[in-house]
């Protein structure tokens, strides 16, 4: 059994006296660390506060973005590891309707926006249950098979206590095989407060770091000090939940690509880019894809449609996929495309005052109105945004409109 310590929260983490601080007489010391958000709150004309309460979320996710650096090299090749507690006290009730089966309702979208934004990444999941930990899916890159598990959770007992150590040796396993070029991850879901370790698990942690494996853990209930331990010592994050919401925001910060590490190499990746060939409903022959091959399910039966392996003809159902004969990886062009953009993300706008001659958001052509007070800017094209399109841009679209526009007219006109 592992000895933990749990962090218990303190507003106050000293035994002086709380003293006025000399910069602003007129708050306590203990006050300064927080943000009086309550004040930025205001009714709108119908008395409702759901437009301030949006406008705090978006400067909240634009902080986020700026905290971002520039120029910093991304994995595209994401290797990682889901590990889920099934233990005891995932069946506490303080997220509705338990802890669990919020969790694997969060999960679904997250599984799906992941496998959106690293089209060419593979991700497994690890339960750890009873002492134990069992590996149920392996590193694969079809998002509904991952999603399809998860729904057959929501009946799953859940007894005894997590093993951290256990849950980690089977994820380090399975990613210290993988080649140096891949970005090898390993994100823990952690409702409980204790594990039961085999042996002393500091010698795990170790061989993580060792290896290069980035460890994330998101806590349900309290901060645990060897939590702490294991996403310090791998470079990894470590967050306790304040509810769903929360809960939610924390899990999709692990779609983006974490920082390279240092130790990770460059080198060329030999890719089959195969055509979809003799569709449904077309004349040709049945044949059995490799990816069902070895299943029972109803999904495995014989079909005209598939994707062929370049280098060894092997059929598959979906993209991308490691090809189970040869081990060619295969994806399509705009698998690629979509992981393309994590090299070259768009800089950062400029937060500018508003001013009267900017009338419209070039984006999203809104006219900018007296709430308007900030409008952003690119630095490149000179372009003025509203605060919507700039997350737009730099969550999803990952190309600065601005930009493009200029491109595709200097290029129609030297044509």
Sequence with gaps: MTTMKVTKPSAVKSNQPIKMDEDDAKEYRWETGYE?????IKEDDDGFLEASVADIILRAKRRRQNQKQGHTKLGMMRHLFLILDCSEAMGSQDLKPTRMLCTLKILEGFIEEFFDQNPISQMGIILMQNKRAEKVCELA?????????LKTLTKTNLVGEPSLQNGLEQALSSLKLLPSHASREVLVIMGSLTTCDPTDISGTIDKLKQEGIRCSIIG????????RTLATETKGTYNVILDDSHYKDLLYQQVEPPPAAAALESSLIKMGFPHQMNTEGTDGPLTMCMCHIDSTEESSKLSTGGYYCTQCSSKYCELPVECRACGLTLVSAPHLARSYHHLFPPPNYQEIQFATQTAICYACQKPFGDADKQVYQCLT????FCIDCDIFVHETLHTCPGCATDLATFQQSHS
């Design 381 to 384: 094209c000179q372009k003025i």
């Design 220 to 227: 349900l209930a309290a901060e645990v000090h060897i939590c």
């Design 141 to 149: 890159g079809n998002f509904r098979k991952h999603i399809k598990y």
């Design 36 to 40: 009086k958000t309550w004040e930025a």
